[in-house]
């Protein structure tokens, strides 16, 4: 085929790749559609086959139901992603429960005020990303059990899981393929979860909650209290959400012409902050697994010189958005390194749902709890009018009036809500509905 001929059909397959975007720069995505081409199974193959074996018997399908209130959003080679909006199993983050607990009480709390229906899982376990990114550790069959394991757990109370870790998202995508091109795997993990009175439930989508968020971001501004016009936002996307199955990941011709992903850059855009650009946004935050393990210092110093200053200097950023465990971590808590060798930045670092939840009137202590981030975030909070020291001085009486057992700890929801209903669905725990026979009976 003439080299004429082999370029013209390169250029309409790009175009055909972003259906939704009619001013790009093609050059400049050449890089993010390569992706497409360095696959041999794209997206719309593995979904095929999924449905093949769902309609074979050999796995469940966890489908999205009208009453989730789905929406479509468009991916990076244009086939259309169904994000659910309600009736959610909360598939939380390890790094944010123990390093950043304001991060998925943000979520909780957007999701009360907009009244969404969801299921925070009191039985989840790790996705052991930590053991697949970091230490090589674990094995397929083993990898693909923890992620059906959870999996079924949303399925059997009929809640669609939305993924908070960016880690657990990209490698739940990339078991979900395995699972589906490789028959080998599926006979191995089957016999294992039936012994657990399961079976192989793969959900019609893995759904990231910063996706999520997006869909609804323009929903949520409407009860925004503060103004953001006047804040620089530089985004870091994670990435693992985006380079992990990248064509799995939501994209938008409103925000920046459908060249980067949607979120959390329109997340932030929605809010009405202004989105800056710096040369250094396809770089990594620095915490990649391995060399947060094995390479702390270079980490420290790869997020401050490639991320924080670039954003500050180029950018001349206020906030730095992102929208995973480890690029907030990494980004927030390795400034104060920069500091001992005279490098005085002070880039306040929040996940999306922290800087919208916050945009949206939550406690920035008792709700956003940005009291456990390193870097100073009162001076944005001031900028876009929130009245820190009225929100500093309650938040401090609550934690004195706790310790004297003046005052009772105040919950998203009620402890364990739903747990009853939950846990009355399998035959497994008959024991926490008084069944005394079964009980009695296992114990002989």
Known sequence: MATQEVDKKMEEEIKDAFPMADNVDWNEVYQRIIYRYSTPHGLQHVKEELYKLED?????????????????????????KVIPTTKLWQHKSCGQCGHIPGYPTSVFWMMNKMEIDYMDEPHQTSCTGWNYHASGASNPVALAGVYVRNMWRAYEIDYFPLIHCGTSFGHYKEIRNMLVLHKEIRDKLRPIMRKMDMDIVIPEEVVHYSEWLYTMSKKAAQQRKYDLSNIRAAVHTPCHVYKLVPEDTIYDPEVFQGRRPAAPSGTAQNFGAKLVDYS??????????????????????????????????????????????????????????????????????????????????????????????????????????????????????????????????????????????????????????????????QAK
């Open 280 to 441: 250094t946004w396809w770089d990594c935050c620095g915490f990649g697994f391995r060399h947060i393990l094995t390479e702390r210092e270079f980490s420290r110093s790869f997020a401050l010189f490639k991320k924080v200053i670039p954003a500050v200097e180029e950018g001349k950023a206020d906030i730095f958005v992102t929208s995973d465990t480890g690029c907030v971590t990494t980004l927030d808590k390795s400034q104060w390194a920069g500091k001992a060798h005279g490098f005085n930045y002070n880039l306040p670092v929040l996940a999306d749902a922290q800087f919208a939840a916050i945009a949206m009137g939550a406690d920035p202590y008792v709700i956003a709890q940005v009291h456990w981030h390193a870097t100073d975030v009162e001076g944005f909070m001031r900028k876009i009018g929130v009245n820190v020291d009225d929100y500093k001085e309650k938040f401090i009486q609550y934690l004195a009036d706790l310790r004297e057992g003046k005052a009772e700890p105040e919950y998203l929801y009620k402890p364990h809500r739903k747990i009853d209903f939950y846990l009355s669905v399998p035959e497994r725990v008959k024991w926490y509905k008084g069944d005394k026979t079964q009980s009695s009976n």
């Open 56 to 80: 074979k018997g050999e796995i469940i399908v966890h489908h999205i139901k009208p009453y989730n209130d789905p929406v479509k959003m468009q991916t990076l080679n244009g086939t259309p």
